[in-house]
């Protein structure tokens, strides 16, 4: 048996509890999704809630040789870069990243500012789970530099507070590249790069098996995938994704990992 078969039949398995998983959280409400019996409390005063364990996020690289904007890494190396705009049902993420985790692959996750405000626990999860997690500060290239400064600046601080770092990427919303005044203001709030890409599958756009069609196509040694949390047609793509890519002797990783 093959690995991509012995990771197939594993898949297969793994993906019905997983369904099983999701339905129920997709179902499940407010705080009886986390029901826990009560704590039976011994006599004394009451203590503050233990704190959640947090992994801190690495710290920002420079990467010597590549540019401000990066778009691809090195083509001398069998390696491609997942990276997902962070924002949806939580539960659908933590699917993805329970696929990509499956199959031993990294990807980076560039999360919302108003998405780690209503989910702040999706954070530590990607850090937990080895990924990377940056700053996807929504439409900036249309704001004005106010706005946009102000728009950056919140992210970062809402994953400086959930992790103790701004992020190791910062990647505009709704754009491929960032404009030269919110590069400048990247850079100012403290990343050394923007993150872009060369493969764009439109897998917000729900097509359905053309997410796989898309990044077959296209990804290469180097290259730097767009896609989604929150899509389901994104997360039945997956397992089939990285096998075509396991055949072809491209391994994803993380976008640290892509450069270094």
């Known amino acids: 048996m093959t690995t991509t078969d012995r990771r197939s039949a594993l898949r297969a398995g793994a993906g019905l509890a997983a369904a099983g998983a999701l339905s129920a959280a997709c179902s499940a409400t407010g705080a009886d999704a986390h029901r826990v019996p009560p704590a039976v409390r011994t006599p004394g005063p009451p203590r503050a809630p233990a704190a959640h364990a947090v992994r801190r996020a690495p710290a ?5 040789g590549q540019p401000v904007q990066i778009e691809h890494g090195p083509r001398t190396r069998p390696r491609v870069a997942l990276t997902f705009h962070g924002q949806g049902d939580p539960a659908v993420a933590r699917a993805l990243l329970g696929e990509a985790e499956r199959a031993g692959a ?20 990607i850090l937990d789970g080895g990924h990377d997690l940056g700053n996807h500060a929504l439409a900036v290239n249309t704001l004005s530099e106010a706005d946009a400064d102000a728009e950056i600046r919140g992210c970062a601080d809402r994953l400086r507070r959930l992790t103790g770092s701004i992020g ?18 990247a850079r100012r709030a403290g990343y050394p790069h923007v993150l872009s890409y060369d493969v764009d599958p439109l897998d917000f756009t729900s097509p359905g098996a053309a997410v796989r069609r898309g990044i077959g196509a296209a990804a290469g040694p180097g290259s730097v995938v767009s896609l989604h949390f929150g899509y389901a047609d994104t997360v039945a793509a997956l397992p089939a994704v990285l096998d075509d890519l396991d055949r072809r002797g491209l391994r994803a990783v993380t976008t640290t990992e892509l450069l270094s």
């Open 60 to 64: 920002l690289r420079r990467f010597p």
């Open 106 to 125: 990294r990807v980076t996750v560039l999360a919302v500012g108003t998405w780690l405000d209503e989910h702040p626990e999706p954070a530590r999860r």
């Open 168 to 185: 190791t990427w910062f990647r505009p919303s709704r754009a491929p590249r960032a404009t030269p005044l919110v590069e400048r203001l």
